[in-house]
């Protein structure tokens, strides 16, 4: 395994996706916070004074007890039963919004991750051993470290603001309650906006340090890099052989077809190429083989030991070689070039024994690559190809 020195590379992003799939994603702690303060600070200001009354009213209803509710147990019990679900109802909005207010700043910044994995037993952990190392390491140490110092700057943001407005709490015994209360709510909600700002401030500077050390956890080193290109890609060795192997089966499969073909057009040595034509299941005559050089011979011999015409052609079966793939139909151009062949072909199944004359064929010269048509891709085979062959 390479060294944590070696991996100086960005994550590919396979790599990013297999972490996620793991469930590691990068996540802020601090942004969490932020917005369970901000959450709070805003319930303070908004709906704390229906609240406030809502208890009030709870309160109350608890403390009042009629002569029907004393003497009667069951009803006693059903006047309980109230009061609970009542507080509980409070309790249970409230704690839902702290909720939504968590999963939806963990979704804004590490996005939605569903991963298994994350959450299946891992007996590994549970190792004392192990557990300790995890606990006495360096990221853990910069955890502990920012989480204190983010402890002492929220404090001492709400110290410094009390202590600029303790003034005004001085004068509350010396006012009625309903104000005294209001300036104590006032002070109070000033210190705790102090604290959430600085929250704000922390968060702002720890989701891109948290991202940035997420994509430097998952760095990779060149020999990473070429494995996973290798595992994407395949072995360039073995992709090769298999090449080489679907071209033998290709050309097994052309060979086969030289015997079954109407007649074979070369050139006379360069190039040859089969044609086949079936009225009734074609809807123009198509190549079944072609080849240059050793192969054109062999697609010769195949064809002569078949019986199969062969006639040379120079300028249509370098056309046909050039401009139509193996199972391809001939284009509409060389018609008339291929049509004479072919009732050639049909002359000599009719009267064997007569010497029919060839026909002198001709092809457009924009297609044939000798008089200023494009240059047919001439390709050696392999030499294990050619040993075979």
Same mark, same amino acid.
């Given at each position: 395994?390479?060294?944590?020195?070696?991996?100086n590379l960005p994550a590919s992003a396979k790599k990013i996706r297999k972490a996620r799939e793991e469930g590691n994603v990068p996540r802020?702690?601090?942004?969490? &916070?932020?917005?369970?303060?901000? @959450?709070? !600070?805003?319930?303070?200001?908004?709906?704390?004074?229906?609240?406030?009354?809502?208890?009030?009213?709870?309160? $109350?209803?608890?403390?009042?007890?009629?002569?029907?509710?004393?003497?009667?147990?069951?009803?006693?019990?059903?006047? !309980?039963?109230?009061?609970?679900?009542?507080?509980?109802?409070?309790?249970?909005?409230?704690?839902?919004?702290?909720?939504?207010?968590?999963?939806?700043?963990?979704? !804004?910044?590490?996005?939605?991750?569903?991963?298994?994995?994350?959450?299946?037993?891992?007996?590994?952990?549970?190792?004392?051993?192990?557990? @300790?190392?995890?606990?006495?390491?360096?990221?853990?140490?910069?955890?502990?470290?920012?989480?204190?110092?983010? $402890?002492? !700057?929220?404090?001492?943001?709400?110290?410094?603001? @009390?202590?600029? &407005?303790?003034? *005004?709490?001085?004068?509350?015994?010396?006012?009625?309650?309903? *104000?005294?209360? $209001?300036?104590?709510?006032?002070?109070?909600?000033?210190?705790?906006?102090?604290?959430?700002?600085?929250?704000?401030?922390?968060?702002?500077?720890?989701?891109?340090?948290?991202?940035?050390?997420?994509?430097?956890?998952?760095?990779?080193?060149?020999?990473?890099?070429?494995?996973? &290109?290798?595992?994407?890609?395949?072995?360039?060795?073995?992709?090769?052989?298999?090449?080489?192997?679907?071209?033998?089966?290709?050309?097994?499969?052309?060979?086969?077809?030289?015997?079954? $073909?109407?007649?074979?057009?070369?050139?006379?040595? &360069?190039?040859?190429?089969?044609?086949?034509?079936?009225?009734?299941?074609?809807?123009? =005559?198509?190549?079944?083989?072609?080849?240059?050089?050793?192969?054109?011979?062999?697609?010769?011999?195949?064809?002569?030991?078949?019986?199969?015409?062969?006639?040379?052609?120079?300028?249509?079966?370098?056309?046909?070689?050039?401009?139509?793939?193996?199972?391809?139909?001939? =284009?509409?151009?060389?018609?008339?070039?291929?049509?004479?062949?072919?009732?050639?072909?049909?002359?000599?199944?009719?009267?064997?024994?007569?010497?029919?004359?060839?026909?002198?064929?001709s092809v457009p010269p924009e297609l044939d690559p000798l008089t200023?048509? =494009?240059?047919?891709?001439?390709?050696?085979? =392999?030499?294990?190809?050619?040993?075979?062959?």
């Open positions: 395994m390479a060294d944590n020195a070696d991996r802020s702690r601090d942004l969490g &916070h932020f917005v369970a303060m901000g @959450l709070a !600070a805003a319930l303070l200001f908004t709906v704390m004074p229906s609240l406030t009354s809502y208890s009030q009213r709870l309160l $109350a209803d608890g403390l009042t007890f009629d002569h029907a509710t004393i003497a009667s147990p069951q009803l006693s019990g059903e006047h !309980a039963v109230g009061l609970f679900t009542r507080g509980l109802m409070i309790v249970m909005i409230v704690g839902g919004l702290f909720m939504a207010a968590a999963f939806a700043s963990n979704i !804004a910044f590490g996005g939605w991750n569903l991963a298994m994995k994350a959450v299946t037993p891992n007996f590994g952990r549970m190792n004392p051993i192990a557990g @300790l190392g995890r606990m006495f390491n360096f990221h853990q140490l910069v955890t502990v470290l920012k989480a204190s110092l983010l $402890a002492i !700057a929220v404090g001492f943001a709400g110290t410094m603001y @009390l202590k600029n &407005h303790f003034s *005004d709490l001085g004068g509350v015994l010396t006012v009625e309650l309903p *104000d005294g209360l $209001a300036t104590v709510g006032r002070t109070l909600g000033g210190g705790f906006l102090a604290m959430v700002g600085v929250l704000a401030a922390w968060a702002m500077v720890d989701v891109p340090w948290q991202r940035k050390q997420f994509m430097d956890k998952l760095k990779m080193s060149k020999q990473e890099q070429k494995q996973e &290109h290798k595992e994407s890609e395949g072995n360039a060795e073995v992709k090769a052989k298999m090449k080489q192997k679907m071209r033998e089966m290709a050309k097994r499969r052309m060979m086969k077809a030289v015997p079954a $073909a109407d007649i074979v057009v070369m050139n006379p040595t &360069h190039y040859a190429v089969a044609l086949k034509y079936d009225q009734e299941a074609m809807g123009a =005559p198509r190549v079944v083989a072609k080849g240059t050089d050793r192969l054109a011979m062999r697609i010769r011999d195949l064809a002569r030991d078949a019986g199969v015409p062969v006639l040379e052609a120079p300028p249509l079966a370098r056309a046909l070689y050039t401009h139509v793939e193996i199972d391809g139909e001939v =284009p509409a151009m060389l018609f008339a070039a291929v049509a004479q062949v072919l009732a050639w072909v049909y002359q000599l199944r009719a009267a064997p024994n007569l010497n029919v004359r060839a026909p002198n064929v200023g048509g =494009p240059k047919p891709k001439r390709r050696r085979p =392999p030499r294990a190809a050619s040993a075979s062959a």
